[in-house]
């Protein structure tokens, strides 16, 4: 085990020893015969984070996180690093703002510097419908206690002259900012928990892909998996992206769609841009990560799709939502542009539940907003699986919602996947 | 003295002299260098600085894998941050400046960070920078952003023009070396259409290079010749200085053109060009690129490949360097001492890391074989490296390589992974290219050029066959066979010495060691921890490299390490590329009303809705404040008559035997028994149950329905019907048009409105209350036999109609009811005063068809049919949609009618604090009634509909405001109707 | 992507907006009866999902208005088959 407390101090000294002490940052295990109390399948931000806090919270760490791939490699692998509390609906408003909050004490909980940086989030405003949605938001997040701040467009100008206000087709009127959003090292989050979960005895498997569910009389056993069969107490999946492959192995099938959500960066420049800006009505939205490339995405690519690639037409929908606002970027150079397969739910919200198979518990559905809410998912997901309760802000995000007719639609455009 | 490196020959034009700035000094270099050979001709070496250490770097490739040498080009709002020396071509006034450095270039502050190097290794920051907590933000974060990033933007809006275009060919051909010339010409000769790119101005690719004799002329006269043929055909589609950047779905290629030289003439040309190539087939002839190998101090300026040494000496006629060494692990480096014997400079040495025989004879040369580089002198242009049989070598060049990557990045933009083939020592593509794509050439590992040349030749004909072209027996080119033989080489153990691998990013062998070390073993990990490969070069000359390293490391084979994947783009493209012409005004379209002209000689102030631009008040002179306009507006209207502009509005034209049962199943109230001659409200579901939408539906005869729906939601209302009809009822007969922009629509509301349009209806149509009652439609004519659509529907709750006319009659109808009205004091309106007369009335709108609404919130539960299925009827009884405790529309006033009241407030019980779960619901829309002269609003509350009379609080914490409102109904004004039926 | 039409041959998917699975046609017919709950949530939120080969809905908004049913390969986007919905709509016994 590594338990290596990373300090300045440490630093210091591997530098004048040549490095020598650097231990595995999380200990590589392979799969107890005699099983486990839970099982997380997954070892995505989200995973690694419910690990963590079975450990940590509530004292379980019998536990093993099973990762088909190389820990991190799903969308806490490519995301566009922003973070952020700014929600409508009181179904989400509280988790994200406890999300947030996680966020701002990760660093310090973890031992681990994600870079968490909470240089604001700003989204502008073109009309007066949007500035009544964005005030409706606005209320939303002060009644949580989230923060916000309204911002008339001279005071925009102020902050952003190279925002085009005057001759761009949706002149800025006005913005809502939330100034503890930011932006975060998005791979370092897993690596970070995966070392704490490490540390408190979780075993980390990688290159294990489950290849099915041991399920009798309707009870969830353990797992079948590329390095054999293992056994369970409690299974708790936690795939976004890969969510309804998944758990058809298990016969279950979800309101889900899987789709592609592209995103980009360019080469790095000097620092121009210090916060995250949102142009709804131009679909893009944008950032500049500590190493100088500017961050931005945009829309998904809207059909259904598990290539992780997206193609021309949306790049260049986004590169003109980009240019509409910030025409300084056009010289700017697009240096990569990935995809990455989204949990489409049916209302844009996320599930974290038990399901219809005893011991099997179900955590996806995040949309594009699974980076921010890494640590919450985590947190709340451990309750469930430890305590069998849904924890207090994570009661709205239950599978049989649709059933019931208790839709947690931000957008309001119904059981319309790509549209969310 | 000038261009002290230029030697007689290349192929540049050494008649034109063109003058050119680095760092401010004046050089001069000759039209067909890039701005790299021409610095190297006047011998400057240190052109830049690393990323992280400020490391001294000087040029070390001639291609668009160039780490180190970018710059920042031009100046003010034209300057071009990041951009490559190596295939920028110079022109006259070009100006260049070195990046990431404070002070000059020479004596950089920064580099201060070389020598705590030892601190700043592989993810360092990771582990430090935490206490105390605040100082992130503020201290630490700031320091590292500023000493982040490489070129500056200027902040200024990119004044050139970008365009795009769409080619469509039956083969693509990426690559116009002796592979891509090859193939190009048998496709070509069979009559299939063919575009041919390449990302050099000068095609010819390799052949430009290197003094290869094909067909028995030099290689690149040989190439020029063919250029020119494929150039005469007419089938043939040429693109130099076009770069593809990804292959995207069904044979799609996206391109990007370099126009620059035109646009610095004239502004109005486009810098670049964004094609996108439509293809049937493609075939990767993209050639390969050379590797580094990893040794001590491998980056000093100075220390090139040896193939980009070559490209100097015999395309631009360069030499690099006074005494040049040769470093390699193949055959093919010994040739950059034989072209340079040739041109007549003595080679200082070739150490081959392979214990064989000597490839050549290299005159004057010391001859290591078995011998590796281990370190190197020089801080900021190299004097010497150190050799592991122990000797030391003053040398000024250092020609390096370590091997030929195949250039398969395309055959991966689908998911292919690379295999590895030992005997090249390289990876190579897959047998899974993206759909239609073949590779040719050393792209494929081809490394022979005689065979490449026959494999170009092959794939063109064999390829175009496949296509359905006859393709004629043509022999392919002929030239000598050189082999090729290699034996890897990832660099020995440096000792204390650095050893770089990615150069841009700064990332060595140590780094790549501790990675491992600490646990991140795939390659993905090691990359992300490291940042090896993701610089602006993206690891093209990087990365194979490394993957050695770790194989080695970690004693597994190269196959199973395996490659990170590659993504679009090849290169980086300018984002100004993408977006083409969709900026400023252009981003989106723009559409005007047929009343625009006439609403603009008003002074008319207009409000995005949309795309549209509709009229939002009509100030007249004096007016200061929109609220003066708008609230004599809605007087005007209600005590005598207004228009309104309502062409926005959705409009479906619907015919068929079975329309009315077809509206029926869409629209939740009943719609079977319309009469001829009538117009019924209709509220459309989402299959949810959530409203959709709704609008007013006219029956003009039996089988002829005029349906209009919310301006927001024309066109998803009418892709939906669509759906209803193409998909759930396929054999209704049933038959829609979409004639939103056919017919120019005016509300004219008021008490006057009949009166008004009675002086421009036609006489032998009667619109009298008894002939022409509430809810009344039909066709009409007016002024003297213009046919028109006439409705008698209200939105502002007073008599009112809505005429409809076709389009181009639009203006004058507008001009002639103001003409008509003037007896009436007419005025027009804009949409701020129709939102606050359907208000004042109750009616909901946009703001409350938000799409988390159902009927019954709305207070339209009664209107919902139980009687027969309709989209969105039985999702709609789900248990939490008829709760009692749902937010429910109701009508909010001021207790003090004096009060501000601010629509998205949200709402408290009178002693609540503001919590979320105090929170009751939402002001939905606000105004200020000019007839009840307060504050109201609508909006949702829980329960609202049982609480009317109740007092609640309107707090709106983000601008401050917290009123004592009273729950009432949402009817504020005439809420019989009476107003509509006189 | 490229969508073949039926009739109007291959056209770009910048064309199209999407829809989703072609479960999205079998609207249950049942609303009197007490499944009918059980049967609209099924039709209506747990849809098709497979990486491979699904059927699913394309409107052509910028051409004919026809609606399509592409029959696309989610892993590769392949496409296979284009046909018009009303035909297949008819073929599984969908009328009135």
Known sequence: MSKTHYSAFKVLKEALTGHKGWEPTWRDAEPKADGYDVIIVGGGGHGLATAYYLAKNHGITNVAVLERGWIGSGNVGRNTTIIRSNYLLPGNEPFYELSLQLWENLEQDLNYNAMISQRGIMNLIHSDAQRDAFIRRGNSMLFADAGCEYLEAKEVKERYPFLDMNNARFPIKAALAQPRGGTVRHDAVAWGYARGASDLGVDIIQNCEVTGFNIENGKCLGVQTTKGDIKANRVGVCVAGSSSRVMEKAGIKLPIESHVLQAFVTEGLKPVLDNVITFGAGHFYCSQS?????????????????????????????????????????????????GGVMDMSMDGSPFIDSTEVKELFFNGGWCYGGFKATPASGYCYAHLLATDVPHEVATAYRLDRFRRGAMIDEKGVGPQPNLH | MSQINRIDGGLIDQEKVLNFTFNGQILKGYEGDTLASALLANN???????????????????????????????????????TRATVTQLYNGLEANSQNHRGPLSFDFMAITDFLSPLLGAGFYYKTFMWPKSFWEKFYEPAIRKSAGLGTLSTEADPDTYDKGFRHCDILIIGSGATGLSAALTAAESGAKIILADEDFLMGGRLNSETNKIDGIAGSEWAKKTVAKLGAMENVTLMSDTTIFGAYDHGIYGAIENRASEARKDNDKPRQVNWRIYTKRAILCAGATERLIAFGNNDRPGIMLASAVRTYLNRFAVATG?????????????????????????????????????????????????????????????KSIQLSNGKSIDTDTLAVSGGWNPNLHFTCHHRGVPKWNEEIASFVPDSSPPVGMSVAGRAKGTMVLADAIIEGHNQGSSVAADLGYKTSESKPASTPVVSYNISANWGIPSGKNRAWVDFQNDVTVKDIKLANQEGFKSVEHVKRYTTLGMATDQGKTANVLAIGIMAENMGQTMEDTGTTIFR???????????????????????????????????????????????????????????????????????????????????????????????????????????????????????????????????????????????????????????????????????????VTEQYAQYAVAGPNSRKLLEKIVDPDCDISNEAFPYMAAGEITVCGGTAARLFRISFSG????????????GDSLMRVLMEAGEEFNVIPYGTEALGVMRIEKGHAAGPELNGQTSAYDLGMGG??????????????????????????????????????????????????????????????????????????????????????????????????????????????????GERLRV | MIINHPLLGPRDSEEFVYLGSTDLIDRPTNWEKSAAAEDFYQYQYIRENIAGDIQELWYHEQGDQSWLIVTRNTLTHEIKNVEFAQDFSRAKGRGK
């Open chain 1, 290 to 338: 500590d190493k100088g490339g500017l961050v931005f995405g945009g829309d998904l690519d809207s059909y259904n799709s598990y290539a992780q690639r997206g193609n021309l037409p949306v790049v260049e929908d986004v590169c003109s939502g980009g240019m509409a606002i910030m025409p300084m970027i056009g010289r700017a150079r697009l240096l990569r542009m990935w």
């Open chain 2, 322 to 382: 006074q005494r040049i060494s040769v470093y390699t692990n193949n055959d093919d480096g010994w040739k950059t001492a034989k072209d340079l014997n040739a041109k007549g400079f003595r080679v200082a040495a070739v150490i081959d890391s392979r214990s064989i025989s000597p490839v050549m004879r290299v005159p004057g040369a010391e001859i290591c074989m078995g011998t590796d580089v281990v370190d190197t002198k020089g801080r900021r242009a190299l």
């Open chain 2, 568 to 738: 679009p783009p090849y290169v980086p493209v300018a984002i100004g590329a993408f977006a083409g012409r969709r900026r400023g005004m252009e981003f989106y379209p723009t559409r005007y009303t047929p009343s625009h002209n006439w609403s603009t000689e008003q002074n008319a102030i207009f409000v995005e809705v949309g795309m549209w631009y509709r009229s939002q008040w009509f100030p007249l002179p004096g007016e200061t404040h929109w609220r003066q306009s708008v609230d004599r507006e809605v007087r005007q209207t209600r005590s005598s008559v207004g228009i309104c502009d309502v062409t926005t509005l959705g409009k479906i034209d619907i015919k068929g035997e079975d329309v009315s049962e077809f509206l029926n199943k869409v629209y939740a109230n009943a719609f079977a028994k319309v009469p001829v001659g009538k117009t019924r409200y209709g509220l459309m579901l989402r299959e949810d149950g959530i409203v959709m939408d709704d609008g007013t539906t006219a029956r003009m005869s039996e089988n002829h329905f005029v349906m209009t729906t919310t301006t927001a939601n024309a066109v998803n209302v009418y892709r939906h019907l669509q759906f209803c009809h193409q998909c759930l009822w396929p054999d209704l007969d049933v038959h829609m048009i979409s």
């Open chain 2, 44 to 82: 400057k070496h240190l052109i830049g600085r690393s990323f992280k250490y400020h490391r001294p770097r000087g040029i070390v490739t001639a291609g668009s894998e160039e780490p180190n040498a970018i710059m920042e080009i031009g100046n003010g709002a034209y300057k071009d941050p990041n």
């Open chain 2, 863 to 976: 209107m919902i049919s139980g009687k027969k299925d309709f989209i969105g009827y039985t999702l709609g009884l789900r248990e939490e949609l008829q709760r009692d405790d749902r937010l429910q529309m109701v009508g909010f006033k001021p207790v003090n009618p004096s009060d501000l009241l601010l629509a998205c407030s949200h709402l408290l019980g009178l002693r609540d604090k503001a919590t979320t779960e105090n929170d009751q619901g939402w002001i939905s829309s606000c105004i200020y009634s000019p007839i009840l002269g307060h504050y109201l609003g609508i909006g949702f509350i829980k329960g609202g509909h049982n609480r009317k009379g109740e007092n609640v609080r309107a707090v709106d914490l983000v601008r401050g405001n917290d009123v004592e409102v009273e729950i009432c109904s949402p009817h504020f004004v005439d809420p019989e």
């Open chain 2, 798 to 809: 007073e008599l009112a109609y809505e005429i409809a006319i076709p389009t181009r009659y």
